[in-house]
C-alpha cells in the first residue's frame, strides 16, 4: 500500500483516499471482530466516493453502476461526525496525520454505536455492494497486514515521521466469513419506500 501516492487518475485518487481512510479506522483501536478486511476495504471506497463526489465527475461516473450506493450515500449525509474523518484522512500526508484520523472515525463509531456499525457491514445488502466495490476495485496487496500494523506503511516522501506501532495500535481481527442475513422487513420498506420495484430487485440481486 502507498497511501501518498501521488495520483494519475480519478480511480487513482479514490483508492488512495481510501487507503487513507482504512489505514484510519485501523488507527482507532475500534474492535470489528466479524468485519473483515475486505468488508472494511469496501467500506473505505464508498466512504472516499461519497466525501469526492461533487469535486471529481470521473469518480461519480466509476460509481455509478453501484445501485446500492446511494441508499448508503443517504445513511452517511447524516452522520455529524464522517466529514471531520473524511477530511482528516483526505488531508493526511503521514503516518501520524492517519493516526490523528483514526480519532476521528472512533467519533464515528461512537455517534453511530457499534452493534449498528456491526450489522451494516455484515447485512446482505451491504455483502452485494461489497462484492461489487471489490470487483472494480481490488483490495490492495497487503491490506490485511496494513490493516494489522498500520504503521508499516511507510510514507512516499523521505523523513515523514511515521508514529510506532504502540502509538498506532493493532485494532482490527480478521474474521471467518460472517454468514449473510436476510434483508430486514424495514430495510425493504425503506427500499421500497425510495425506489421503483425494479431497481429495488437490482440492489437485492446485486
Known amino acids: 500500500m502507498n497511501p501518498f501516492r501521488a495520483t494519475t487518475s480519478d480511480k487513482d485518487r479514490l483508492t488512495a483516499l481510501a487507503e487513507r481512510l482504512i489505514l484510519s479506522m485501523a488507527s482507532a483501536q475500534v474492535d470489528l471482530p466479524a468485519v473483515r478486511p475486505e468488508a472494511l476495504w469496501a467500506l ?4 472516499g466516493g461519497w466525501w469526492l463526489k461533487g469535486n471529481a465527475p470521473g469518480i461519480e461516473e466509476e460509481l455509478r453502476p453501484f445501485l446500492a450506493l446511494p441508499l448508503l450515500y443517504g445513511q452517511l449525509n447524516g ?5 471531520s474523518f473524511a477530511a482528516a484522512a483526505s488531508n493526511a500526508t503521514d503516518a501520524s496525520q492517519l493516526a490523528r484520523g483514526g480519532q476521528r472515525f472512533a467519533d464515528v463509531v461512537k455517534e453511530l454505536g457499534l452493534p449498528k456499525l456491526r450489522a451494516a457491514l455484515t447485512s446482505d445488502i451491504f455483502a452485494r455492494l461489497q462484492a461489487q466495490i471489490l470487483e472494480k476495485f481490488p483490495p490492495p496487496s497487503g491490506l490485511a497486514e496494513a490493516i494489522a500494523t498500520p ?3 511507510a510514507p512516499v516522501a523521505s523523513g515523514v515521521a511515521v508514529p510506532s506501532r504502540s502509538a498506532v495500535g493493532v485494532p482490527i481481527r480478521a474474521a471467518a466469513p460472517p454468514s449473510k ?10 427500499l ?5 420495484e425494479d431497481v429495488v430487485r437490482q440492489i437485492l440481486k446485486g
Open 44 to 47: 473505505a471506497i464508498a466512504v
Open 151 to 153: 504503521s508499516a506503511v
Open 192 to 196: 421500497r419506500e425510495h425506489y421503483e
Open 79 to 83: 452522520i455529524r461526525s464522517l466529514p
Open 181 to 190: 442475513p436476510a434483508v430486514s422487513e424495514t430495510t425493504l420498506a425503506y
